[in-house]
């Protein structure tokens, strides 16, 4: 395995001597993704700002931005990179209406002058919003989740080698095991105590009517099993009161269900939003299917590459 970082600082490219210990993380929403190394000091000029690239045997893996450096007395220099996402950081207010969130992220680009890649087509068409003082992440995020609400479909923002993207998870799975062998240790936790609902209830305002209509789903055997433990929401003009009421109690509805694989064989196609095919037996359940990444943690160290990955997918929800 060759792992190469090389810096741009204007026309001149940097191909420092990298210790041992370069890590890559990255999340499914709400976060950049981000390179840390260490460098030895060769009077070489490098700047915040400046371009990074992270290549292993020579695939491309991360294209970002120097964001923070720091010296010991031993002269080796520690970085902290982020890619474009960095930016979604950035707080700003959009009203905005008759967009799906695929084209609210294109916009957002546009406006802050962002590289946009595949950016597909989330379909639905979100019929007016108002986001006041908010992150960018908070913004996409609240479309995407109003897309997810009403299609079911979850959707993964993230910055592919330098173009934003944003694509259906389920198209993001990648043909890797890991299983027993395959991840040297996990973590595995199962609860009712948050994120889970077994009763539905949306409300809606009706103008024309002056009446406050009223949807209510439910499980009554997770009912019986659990009590009553109820998501309230209210619904914005357009929304199909039925429709979503059912597609968050059918999400919702389930034990929430913790999963971290650590120091997994590592494998750069493996990213948050991606989705490996898991074996394992747990306590109260067995797992042979594909889950998706919440996060995924990568290190580089000593020749040897490992990831340790929380995943979601199924009963598992993030």
């Known amino acids: 395995m060759k792992a190469v970082v090389q810096i741009c600082n204007g026309g001149t490219i940097y191909e420092p001597v990298v210790e041992e210990g370069i890590s890559w993380s990255t999340e499914r929403k709400g976060s950049p993704s981000k390179l840390t190394f260490k460098m030895v000091y060769d009077d070489i000029n490098i700047q915040e700002g400046n371009a990074v690239r992270f290549l292993v045997d020579g695939q491309n893996v991360f294209y970002g931005y120097i964001f923070k450096k720091s010296m010991d007395r031993e002269r080796i220099i520690t970085i902290t990179a982020y890619d474009q996402l960095r930016y979604f950081k950035n707080k700003d207010t959009y009203v905005y209406e008759g967009k799906t969130a695929g084209q609210l992220l294109q916009m957002i680009c546009e406006d802050f002058y962002l590289r946009a890649g595949n950016v597909e087509n989330t379909g639905y068409v979100i019929p007016r919003r108002v986001?006041?003082?908010?992150?960018?992440?908070?913004?996409?995020?609240?479309?995407?989740?109003?897309?997810?609400?009403?299609?079911?479909?979850?959707?993964?923002?993230?910055?592919?080698?330098?173009?934003?993207?944003?694509?259906?998870?389920?198209?993001?799975?990648?043909?890797?095991?890991?299983?027993?062998?395959?991840?040297q240790n996990f973590d595995y936790e199962s609860?009712?105590?948050?994120?889970?609902?077994?009763?539905?209830?949306?409300?809606?305002?009706?103008?024309e009517t002056g009446m406050r209509d009223i949807y209510i789903v439910k499980d009554s055997s997770h009912i019986n099993e659990w009590g009553v433990l109820q998501y309230f929401d209210t619904l914005q003009e357009g929304e199909n009161g039925v429709q979503k009421a059912n597609i968050l109690l059918n999400y919702y509805n389930r034990k929430t269900r913790n999963?971290?694989?650590?120091?997994?064989?590592?494998?750069?196609?493996?990213?948050?939003?991606?989705?490996?095919?898991?074996?394992?037996?747990?306590?109260d359940m067995t797992i042979n299917n594909f889950m998706v990444c919440n996060s995924a943690t990568h290190t580089f160290k000593n020749e040897e590459h490992t990831m340790t990955l929380k995943l979601i997918g199924g009963e598992f929800i993030g």
Do not use: H, W
């Open 191 to 207: 609860s009712i105590d948050s994120q889970t609902y077994n009763q539905v209830k949306l409300t809606f305002d009706n103008e």
């Open 131 to 183: 986001e006041q003082n908010k992150t960018l992440f908070d913004i996409i995020q609240g479309a995407l989740d109003i897309t997810m609400m009403n299609t079911g479909v979850l959707y993964c923002l993230y910055d592919d080698f330098g173009a934003i993207s944003l694509r259906n998870i389920a198209s993001m799975t990648v043909p890797i095991l890991i299983d027993e062998e395959t991840g």
């Open 259 to 283: 999963l971290t694989i650590k120091d997994a064989f590592g494998d750069i196609r493996v990213r948050a939003g991606t989705a490996p095919c898991v074996q394992l037996k747990l306590d």
